[in-house]
Nanobody
Framework: QVQLVETGGGLVQAGGSLTLSCAAT????????VNWYRQAPGKQRELVAG???????NYADSVKGRFTVSRDNAKKMAYLKMSNLEPEDTAVYSC???????????????WGQGTQVTVSS
């Protein structure tokens, strides 16, 4: 069964940078779309950034200009580069992807379990 695994989280000082990666644990045919979400303690999960199969991106207002979402179609990987991090960015970050497991498959939604990002002031 395909799962998504996020890596790259950790503890960073305010103003620092981190790059999160999202990878599937098994072979897939294609990534249709990628979204990155975050959830801070006591808060609702929020959409941080997304990228479509065509490369169109969207960002939450709170991260525009600081975060960059990208994908490597050949490696079937997705990334979230986070710069100029703020304590308010502290949260568990999860990737969500719409994946084709095979060329004739029906695309389905998959979630990772998340990676903790902590930004100290």
């Amino acid at each position: 069964q395909v799962q998504l695994v996020e890596t790259g989280g950790g503890l960073v000082q305010a103003g620092g940078s981190l790059t999160l990666s999202c990878a599937a644990t098994a072979s897939i045919y294609r990534i249709e779309a990628v979204n990155w979400y975050r959830q801070a303690p006591g808060k609702q999960r929020e959409l941080v950034a997304g990228i479509t199969s065509g490369g169109n991106t969207n960002y939450a207002d709170s991260v525009k200009g600081r975060f960059t979402v990208s994908r490597d179609n050949a490696k079937k990987m997705a990334y979230l580069k986070m710069s100029n991090l703020e304590p308010e960015d502290t949260a568990v970050y999860s990737c969500e992807e719409i994946l084709w497991l095979g060329p004739f498959d029906t695309p389905r939604q998959y979630w990772g379990q998340g990676t903790q990002v902590t930004v100290s002031s």
